[in-house]
């Protein structure tokens, strides 16, 4: 085997054990990707019962009721289309109605959004990109306006 013929091999075995490693890492990353998804795309789409997703939009003026416990029920809408939440624990201190959230959960064959986890923005300035982007087409964004009080 020549020089040349030595160099190629090993290029070529690194190469393959490089692929062959990203390919394990992104099969590892399969159930830790979760989607980020406005109330209009979840309609839009069929999804399957055990996907977890990132709700983002804006809580919607008078849908926040309080259950037993720690249990509250709120809708989560981007002025096109609301979603149902439900979710059991604290929230944090910046959820307000008409405010910015983002929930992850899954959502149920009852079309019950359940959610895990929910971050509260204090304004539409620190909005996910996506969720600015939907509000801006719908004609509701304020983060500029918001910005200059």
Do not use: C
């Not at 959502?107 to 620190?126: C, I, Q, T, W």
Request: no cysteine.
């Amino acid at each position: 085997m020549t020089r040349k013929q030595r160099r190629l091999t090993l290029i070529g075995t690194a190469g393959a054990v490089l692929t062959l490693a990203a390919g394990l890492v992104a099969y590892a990353l399969t159930d830790r990707i979760v989607f980020f998804n406005s109330p209009s795309d979840v309609l839009a789409k069929t999804l399957p019962p055990d996907q977890r997703i990132r709700l983002g939009g804006l809580v919607k003026e008078g849908s926040v009721k309080r259950g037993d416990g720690t249990t509250v029920r709120f809708e989560v809408t981007d002025t096109v289309a609301s979603i149902p939440v439900t979710y059991t624990g604290i929230l944090p201190d910046l959820f307000r109605e008409g405010q910015g959230v983002v929930t992850e959960g899954k959502v149920g064959p009852d079309g019950l959004f359940r959610a895990d986890s929910v971050l509260a923005k204090h304004d539409e300035n620190y909005m996910p990109k996506e969720v600015a982007e939907s509000l801006k087409k719908q004609g509701h964004w304020q983060g500029e306006t918001q910005a200059k009080k």
